[in-house]
């Protein structure tokens, strides 16, 4: 790993002790081969670097004196690096792969093994050097500025300045490169907001779009309901009406002919009687009598 030129640190025996610093569901790469790994936590204090494989299990911890080297620096995201797990670029005293021009872009991972790497999003990578290898922890999320200032005050407690880590171990193109992605992905990152704003905006639309048109709905049968209901009314109407018309018509007529069969029968009896005589109804009793009585 290259380091930065080291600052000039002030007396740290009159400084607050640094407190813990424990980064939980962090992934590692270890120097031996081994596939990615998603670990509990790993924890920086006084004792040293302790890593918590799985939950419950007791922390391994590498001393500071163990340490030869230690670096955290911006993660931009994308595939692993095949080379990161590869037990031929883990000795000390081997270079990482270099694009020979700072300035040229990133190397694509070597697949030596053929195996499937993870990807992970941008976030901060710390890497620890031993004498067996370099360990690397990847935490997607995480402000490698901070942690580098957290890790830097507990390793110069107990290595002095050489222990200052540092977020620029890369060559400056490299450096510049993670810049660059950082800001190809806060641009991606919010692209995919933008739409997916615009997609809530127009299913919002739709939405009221489709709850006016049932209420439309909704109105226009509540008023067919209505009007029907007004037309079967005015039917019911007009039949009362007319049944109550033909009711007073069918009772004078019942009147009017009990009134002309009673004076019928008035005037036949009175014929007969005598009383009256009326030509049409014959000639009543008189009739009767022989035509000889009548001429004397």
Not at 34 to 63: A, K, M, N
Not at 93 to 119: I, K, M, V, Y
Not at 156 to 161: D, K, L, S
Request: proline share 8%; net charge neutral; charged share 25%.
């Amino acid at each position: 790993m290259t380091g930065s030129p080291v600052p000039e640190l002030p007396d740290q025996s009159a400084a607050p002790a640094p407190g813990p610093l424990t980064i939980t569901r962090i992934l590692l790469l270890d120097p031996h081969g081994h596939d990615p790994i998603l670990v509990e936590s790993i924890t920086f204090d006084d004792d040293g670097i302790g890593v918590v494989r799985y939950r419950g299990q007791d922390s391994r911890i590498l001393p500071w004196e163990a340490v030869i080297a230690h670096a955290v620096e911006p993660w931009a995201g994308g595939v692993i690096p095949e080379w990161w797990v590869d037990p031929a670029h883990q000795l000390p005293d081997r270079p990482e792969p270099s694009t020979g021009n700072a300035f040229a872009p990133l190397p694509a991972s070597s697949d030596t093994t053929g195996r499937q790497l993870p990807h992970a999003d941008a976030g901060a990578l710390i890497s620890i050097q031993t004498r067996t290898g370099t360990y690397r922890f990847l935490r997607s999320g995480a402000n490698p500025y901070d942690l580098a200032a957290r890790v830097a005050e507990l390793a110069v407690r107990h290595q002095g300045p050489a222990g200052v880590s540092t977020v620029t171990t890369v060559a400056p193109g490299r450096a510049r490169h993670y810049r660059r992605a950082d800001r190809v992905d806060r641009a991606v990152r919010a692209e995919r907001a933008e739409r997916a704003g615009r997609d809530d905006r127009a299913e919002r639309r739709a939405d009221r779009a489709e709850r006016a048109e049932r209420t439309i709905r909704t109105e226009q049968a509540g008023r067919a309901d209505r009007a029907g209901q007004a037309e079967r009314r005015a039917a019911g109407t007009n039949v009362a009406v007319d049944r109550s018309g033909w009711q007073r018509a069918h009772t004078l007529f019942i009147a009017l002919a009990v009134v002309v069969i009673a004076t019928v029968v008035a005037v036949i009896l009175l014929q007969s009687a005598g009383v009256i005589h009326l030509p049409f109804l014959g000639s009543g009793a008189q009739s009767s009598l022989p035509a000889s009585t009548m001429s004397s």
